[in-house]
């Protein structure tokens, strides 16, 4: 069986660690858990793993956030795997810092990414986690704040929000999109 993740940002280098660039850093720990390595591909960077008889395709869209669809749907078409077979991962304004939120399908949330994914595929019908990045701005102030880096707080739970979400994405793989809304919905790694 063939599952394909998909964490979702932006390849500028001016992007790297940014809370919108949360999905790709989900995406580099399971390729590091899995020890998966990225190779150049057509609007992505690719990296596949095998794990209990599984092929895990792993992919990092170069398409820039707001064209993620693009990349998505070629790779959805050309592997030949239904929609319930791609895990999109990416940042949630809506929820707190370090907690995460699994569905099979959904509404975009006016996420612009899962907007172009939604109009590419032409449906909502496709596993997401969504990981909180929280709200803490002002208002106006909201593409600063998804664009920034991480505060020196939220720096010191990173590594074990992406510990959860690497283990997440794997259950999914593994067990299913209900054993891993089960386990994982409602997990909250909490911030000072």
Same mark, same amino acid.
């Given at each position: ?42 609007? #992505? ?25 693009? #990349? ?47 109009? !590419? ?20 102030? !909201? ?11 939220? !720096? ?8 959860? #979400?690497?283990?997440?994405?794997? #259950? ?21």
């Amino acid at each position: 069986m063939k599952y394909l993740i998909f964490g979702l940002g932006n390849m500028h280098v001016d992007y790297m660690g940014t809370r919108h660039n949360i999905g790709f850093e989900v995406a580099d720990a399971l390729a590091s858990a899995l020890g998966a390595s990225w190779q150049n591909d057509t609007h #992505c960077h690719r990296a596949e793993a095998r794990l209990k008889g599984r092929s895990l395709i792993l992919f990092k869209p170069t398409t820039y956030m707001n064209l993620s669809g693009k #990349c998505v749907r070629y790779w959805l078409l050309k592997e030949r795997v239904e929609a319930n077979q791609i895990l999109v991962i990416t940042d949630d304004l809506n929820l707190e810092f370090g907690s995460l939120r699994i569905r099979g399908n959904g509404s975009d949330g006016g996420h612009n990414g899962l907007k172009d994914i939604q109009a !590419q595929l032409g449906s909502s019908q496709y596993p997401r986690m969504r990981v909180g990045i929280g709200s803490n701005f002002q208002r106006g102030r !909201q593409v600063d704040y998804v664009l920034g880096k991480w505060s020196e707080n939220e !720096q010191a739970y990173l590594s074990e929000l992406l510990e959860v #979400c690497k283990n997440a994405a794997l #259950c999914w793989a593994l067990e299913g999109i209900s054993a891993s809304m089960n386990k994982f919905n409602g997990v909250k790694i909490v911030k000072p």
